[in-house]
């Protein structure tokens, strides 16, 4: 046989058989020795804080429960806000600006629960107000139950343009008085239909 031929044989041979022999291990090796080293440091639970443990690593996804959380939030804004507008008014606003405007709301979001020592302690409410009412959600407390920052949608009819929505949000610090603009969506000239409709 040539020697080519041979070549590509066992190229080939080697392929096929690829993962179908597996050597044994024993697992069993380092287990008495690594249970002596773990008894002789002993039980020090004292020495780990709660914050210390919710701040390592997730093994599956390498993200910290802070970042999880934050995630979690976050998935909550666009859930919340996408329930606020209904499918009728969803449907018709352009997908690539709304998503701009979520977008910012999850990045104030964000900003507004890590300036807190425990951010997990932030909830977002899950009632966006019906019918004609600005309210999207509420960025809250847990332990107080007290909100932080109201996220609202209100309708503008400018004259001669239309209707617009404008997304904005209040503070807690200055008693929900100013108005933190966000951004707007034009609607059209028409009426839009009512909030979740």
Do not use: C
């Amino acid at each position: 046989m040539k020697l080519w031929m041979r070549k590509i044989a066992v190229v080939l041979v080697a392929i096929m058989t690829l993962g179908m022999y597996v050597p044994q291990m024993d697992i069993h090796t380092n287990a008495e020795n690594n249970k002596d080293a773990l008894s002789s440091k002993g039980d020090h639970l004292e020495d780990f804080s709660p914050k210390m443990v919710e701040d390592r690593p997730t093994e599956a996804t390498g993200l910290s429960t802070d970042s999880l959380h934050i995630d979690a939030l976050k998935k909550d804004v666009k859930a919340q806000t996408y329930t606020k507008l209904g499918p009728r008014i969803s449907e018709r606003l352009d997908d690539q600006f709304l998503a701009v405007i979520i977008k910012e709301m999850e990045t104030v979001v964000e900003t507004l629960v890590t300036e807190e020592d425990h951010d997990f302690y932030f909830g977002i409410t899950q009632q966006p107000t019906e019918g004609f009412g600005e309210k999207i959600f509420s960025v809250y407390d847990l332990r107080t139950n007290e909100d932080i920052a109201r996220f609202d949608v209100r309708r503008d009819n400018r004259p001669l343009e239309g209707y617009w929505f404008n997304f904005h949000y209040h503070l807690q610090e200055d008693n929900f008085v100013k108005h933190h603009e966000i951004g707007e969506i034009f609607w059209d000239k028409n009426t839009p239909p009512k909030w979740m409709a």
